[in-house]
């Protein structure tokens, strides 16, 4: 059975960082697709960024290139988010999915609908 469970979010400031972090477990091979989503109230989710487990490709939202970074720590089968220069706009729920089948590139991985796996969400909430 497959498990996501995130940790690291919380409350800061205008321009502080932040690092999320998705345990993963239960997927049968170490090819997924990776991503962080997240959504503010009566919008739809938005993909942040995307990595394919064991390989270098990564997609990141226009939104968040240069601030946020995702990095996986296959040894501790942890998925990262480290988010810098954050902004009022970064507040919301971030979501860590993943599923085994998509191909882990950009046409593919804003399609929330398509991850089968999905963590309970983190709060993050920025300040000014």
């Known amino acids: 059975q497959v498990r996501l469970v995130e940790s690291g979010g919380g409350a800061v400031q205008v321009g502080a960082s932040l690092r999320l972090a998705c345990q993963v477990s239960?997927?049968?091979?170490?090819?997924?697709?990776m991503a962080w989503f997240r959504q503010v109230p009566g919008k739809e989710r938005e993909a942040v960024a995307a990595?394919?487990?064991?390989?270098?490709?990564?997609y990141y939202a226009d939104s968040v290139k240069g601030r946020f970074s995702i990095s996986q720590d296959n040894a501790k089968s942890t998925l990262y988010l480290q988010m810098s220069d954050l902004k009022p706009e970064d507040t919301a729920i971030y979501y860590c999915?993943?599923?085994?089948?998509?191909?882990?590139?950009?046409?593919?991985?804003?399609?929330?609908?398509?991850?089968?796996?999905w963590g309970q969400g983190a709060q993050v909430t920025v300040s000014s």
């Open positions: 999915a993943g599923d085994p089948i998509i191909p882990c590139y950009s046409d593919y991985v804003t399609r929330s609908a398509d991850f089968s796996d």
């Open positions: 239960g997927y049968p091979y170490s090819s997924v697709c």
């Open positions: 990595a394919w487990l064991g390989r270098s490709t990564t």
